[in-house]
C-alpha cells in the first residue's frame, strides 16, 4: 500500500466529511444520523473476533460505511481471514452511495493484502426489511454485527415499532430495535459490537427489550465514556454512550467493564471486572444493567445487596424530583 494512499476507515472519514458539510444538522438529527468518529471505530472493530477463514458482517445504518472499513482493517491483522462478506444497511440514498465508494476502496486494499472482500449494499428500512417470519428462512446468520444505529423515539403504532413489537413496551426508541434484530441475525457464539445511548440499562421502556435481548446474548465487554458530548463531538450531540460486546448463546461469567474521558484516550482506557451477576441484575420488575465505574460504585453495590429490606420497610421514604433512571 502507498504511503500517500489513505486506510479505507480514513476513505470513510473523508466522505463523512463532506457530507456533513453538505447537509443540515437538522435533517441529519431527523434520521438518527450521528457518525462514528474514526477512532471510537476502530476500538469497537479491534473487539471483534477473526479467527475464521469467511468472516460474515452485519451494518444495520452503515452511515458512511467506517465501522465496516475499520473491520477490513481489523482483519487483516490477524492471518486467519481470507474472506469478508458484508451486507451493509442504509436507507439515505446519499450514504448509501459513501458506503459503496468506502466499501470498494476496502475491497482493492484488502485484495492486496490477499483477501477477498464480497459486500452488499441494501437501500431498505433495516427493520422493515426483515419481517422475522421472512429472514428467518432467508438470511444466513453473520460472525459479527457492528453498528452505531440511529436513535430516536418512535411511536408504538409506528410500522416499525408494529414489526419489533417482540422488544417493544411503552413508546420505544429506534436504536432498541436495531440491537434485537441485528442480535436474532447472529448465529450461535457469534458477536456484536454496538454503541448507542445507555438509556436501555434500566427503565420501564426497555423493560421487555432487556429481558428478550439478553436471554439471546451475553455482555463480555462494556466501554463507557465519562464525557457526554465527546463521543459524537462533530455531531454536537450531549448524550451519554456506551460500547457493548456480546456474544450470541454466550454463558460468560465475567463482564469487563472500562472508561475513558472522551475518544483521545481509547486507546489505554482504565477498568475492572464484575461479575455478570452483578453487573445484569434481576430486579422484580426485570433484568437491569448496571454498569459501575469504579471500585467505590462496585463497594456500595455490595452494601446495597446486603441490605434484607426495601427502603419503605425501613420506614423511609423518598422525594426526588424527575429521574432519569439510568443515572440513578
Same mark, same amino acid.
Given at each position: 500500500?502507498?504511503?500517500?494512499?489513505?486506510?479505507?476507515?480514513?476513505? %470513510?472519514?473523508?466522505?463523512?466529511?463532506?457530507?456533513?458539510?453538505?447537509?443540515?444538522?437538522?435533517?441529519?438529527?431527523?434520521?438518527?444520523?450521528?457518525?462514528?468518529?474514526? %477512532?471510537?471505530?476502530?476500538?469497537? /472493530?479491534?473487539?471483534?473476533?477473526?479467527?475464521?477463514?469467511?468472516?460474515?458482517?452485519?451494518?444495520?445504518?452503515?452511515?458512511? =460505511?467506517?465501522?465496516?472499513?475499520?473491520?477490513?482493517?481489523?482483519?487483516?491483522?490477524?492471518?486467519?481471514?481470507?474472506?469478508?462478506?458484508?451486507?451493509?444497511?442504509?436507507?439515505?440514498?446519499?450514504?448509501?452511495?459513501?458506503?459503496?465508494?468506502?466499501?470498494?476502496?476496502?475491497?482493492?486494499?484488502?485484495?492486496?493484502?490477499? $483477501?477477498?472482500? %464480497?459486500?452488499?449494499?441494501?437501500?431498505? *428500512?433495516?427493520?422493515?426489511?426483515?419481517?422475522? &417470519?421472512?429472514?428467518?428462512?432467508?438470511?444466513?446468520?453473520? *460472525?459479527?454485527? @457492528?453498528?452505531?444505529?440511529?436513535?430516536?423515539?418512535?411511536?408504538?403504532?409506528?410500522?416499525?415499532? !408494529?414489526?419489533?413489537?417482540?422488544?417493544?413496551?411503552?413508546?420505544?426508541?429506534?436504536?432498541?430495535?436495531?440491537?434485537?434484530?441485528?442480535?436474532?441475525?447472529?448465529? *450461535?457464539?457469534?458477536?456484536?459490537?454496538?454503541?448507542?445511548?445507555?438509556?436501555?440499562?434500566?427503565?420501564?421502556?426497555?423493560?421487555?427489550?432487556?429481558?428478550?435481548?439478553? *436471554?439471546?446474548?451475553?455482555?463480555?465487554?462494556?466501554?463507557?465514556?465519562?464525557?457526554?458530548? &465527546? /463521543?459524537?463531538?462533530?455531531?454536537?450531540?450531549?448524550?451519554?454512550?456506551?460500547?457493548?460486546?456480546?456474544?450470541?448463546? =454466550?454463558?460468560?461469567?465475567? @463482564?469487563?467493564?472500562?472508561?475513558?474521558?472522551? !475518544?483521545?484516550?481509547? &486507546?489505554?482506557?482504565?477498568?475492572?471486572?464484575?461479575?455478570?451477576?452483578?453487573?445484569?441484575?434481576?430486579?422484580?420488575?426485570?433484568? $437491569?444493567?448496571?454498569?459501575? !465505574? %469504579?471500585?467505590?460504585? @462496585?463497594?456500595?453495590? &455490595? $452494601?446495597?445487596?446486603?441490605?434484607? =429490606?426495601?427502603?419503605?420497610?425501613?420506614?423511609?421514604?423518598?422525594?426526588?424530583?424527575?429521574?432519569?433512571?439510568?443515572?440513578?
Amino acid at each position: 500500500m502507498l504511503s500517500t494512499q489513505l486506510y479505507p476507515a480514513e476513505f %470513510s472519514e473523508s466522505q463523512v466529511a463532506s457530507f456533513i458539510s453538505e447537509s443540515s444538522i437538522k435533517n441529519r438529527k431527523a434520521l438518527g444520523q450521528f457518525f462514528t468518529p474514526l %477512532s471510537v471505530a476502530r476500538f469497537m /472493530a479491534s473487539l471483534a473476533e477473526y479467527n475464521k477463514q469467511t468472516l460474515r458482517v452485519l451494518d444495520a445504518g452503515a452511515g458512511s =460505511g467506517i465501522l465496516s472499513c475499520a473491520v477490513c482493517e481489523a482483519a487483516v491483522k490477524n492471518k486467519a481471514v481470507k474472506k469478508i462478506e458484508i451486507d451493509a444497511y442504509e436507507i439515505d440514498p446519499l450514504l448509501a452511495e459513501l458506503v459503496r465508494e468506502s466499501l470498494h476502496v476496502a475491497k482493492k486494499w484488502l485484495a492486496q493484502q490477499h $483477501i477477498e472482500l %464480497s459486500f452488499r449494499i441494501i437501500e431498505e *428500512d433495516f427493520i422493515l426489511s426483515l419481517r422475522q &417470519d421472512l429472514w428467518a428462512k432467508e438470511i444466513v446468520p453473520y *460472525d459479527l454485527a @457492528i453498528g452505531n444505529p440511529p436513535y430516536f423515539k418512535i411511536g408504538k403504532n409506528d410500522p416499525r415499532a !408494529v414489526t419489533a413489537s417482540r422488544f417493544v413496551c411503552g413508546q420505544p426508541n429506534i436504536y432498541a430495535l436495531f440491537m434485537g434484530v441485528a442480535a436474532e441475525l447472529l448465529k *450461535d457464539k457469534g458477536l456484536m459490537v454496538m454503541i448507542t445511548p445507555r438509556s436501555y440499562a434500566s427503565g420501564p421502556y426497555f423493560r421487555l427489550f432487556r429481558q428478550r435481548f439478553f *436471554d439471546m446474548v451475553s455482555p463480555e465487554r462494556v466501554h463507557l465514556f465519562e464525557s457526554r458530548k &465527546d /463521543a459524537f463531538r462533530k455531531d454536537e450531540i450531549l448524550q451519554e454512550n456506551i460500547i457493548l460486546k456480546a456474544r450470541k448463546a =454466550g454463558n460468560s461469567a465475567i @463482564i469487563n467493564i472500562s472508561v475513558s474521558k472522551g !475518544v483521545d484516550d481509547l &486507546d489505554n482506557p482504565a477498568g475492572h471486572r464484575l461479575s455478570t451477576s452483578q453487573a445484569l441484575y434481576s430486579a422484580d420488575k426485570g433484568r $437491569i444493567l448496571r454498569l459501575p !465505574v %469504579s471500585n467505590l460504585d @462496585i463497594e456500595v453495590i &455490595d $452494601i446495597v445487596e446486603q441490605w434484607e =429490606g426495601s427502603l419503605h420497610k425501613y420506614g423511609l421514604q423518598i422525594s426526588t424530583g424527575p429521574v432519569v433512571s439510568f443515572r440513578a
